[in-house]
């Protein structure tokens, strides 16, 4: 509960507990699992500017991502390159306040942030036959040899859009606007079927 508000996630309805325990498998290929609620930030600032630079860099503790489709990571909080003047950073539920001030506190000049949280939520896609999934969600090449850990990438999704992140082997995660929860979330078990679908809570 945030300010006496309560943050929900749009898949609130979903119940990966029940379909956790319906879906138990060795052989499954695709892992799906949501992580909800954690603290999103826009984030806009000149890449040029070393003082810019320098300061995302002492407010979160990453060296902020200025190559194209580039991500940093640190424990559980990213930065991600949307574009050359944009980024998104996510941490951990409850401290995108506390994650913004510190932004605030080190930046000076042009600069924006902005607590997207509530309007994005982060489902994570794994297993070997997760890039399968990928092929068949997206028309952007998402080929092993062209997609190395730690690259984002922003592109449609089964029609609606997204950021996919590559994080391990076979694992993605998959960024998506609030409105396309249900839907892609629909999509994801649909077209997951042929290859063995697990659900994580």
């Known amino acids: 509960?945030?300010?006496n508000a309560m943050a929900q996630s749009p898949l609130y309805h979903a119940d990966f507990s029940g379909l956790a325990r319906a879906t138990e498998s060795s052989e499954a290929g695709v892992t799906l699992y949501e992580r909800p609620c954690l603290g999103h930030l826009n984030?806009?600032?000149n890449a040029q500017d070393s003082a810019f630079v320098e300061g995302v860099e002492a407010a979160l503790g990453m060296l902020l991502p200025i190559a194209p489709c580039s991500s940093s990571q640190h424990n559980d909080?990213?930065?991600m390159w949307l574009s050359p003047d944009e980024w998104l950073v996510v941490v951990e539920?409850?401290?995108e306040q506390e994650t913004e001030a510190l932004l605030?506190?080190?930046l000076n000049g042009h600069f924006a942030v902005s607590d997207v949280s509530g309007g994005q939520t982060w489902l994570t896609l794994s297993g070997p036959e997760s890039i399968n999934v990928l092929?068949?969600?997206t028309g952007y090449d998402v080929h092993l040899d062209h997609f190395?850990?730690?690259k984002v990438v922003g592109t449609a999704f089964a029609k609606a859009s997204c950021n996919i992140l590559r994080t391990g082997e076979y694992e993605f995660q998959l960024i998506i606007r609030r409105?396309?929860?249900?839907y892609l979330w629909m999509w994801l078990q649909q077209c997951s079927k042929e290859y063995g679908l697990k659900a994580e809570v």
């Open 148 to 150: 190395p850990v730690g």
């Open 135 to 137: 092929k068949k969600s």
């Open 93 to 95: 539920g409850g401290k």
């Open 43 to 45: 984030l806009r600032g």
């Open 1 to 3: 509960m945030l300010n």
């Open 179 to 182: 409105s396309f929860a249900d």
């Open 77 to 79: 909080n990213y930065i």
């Open 104 to 106: 605030r506190e080190q």
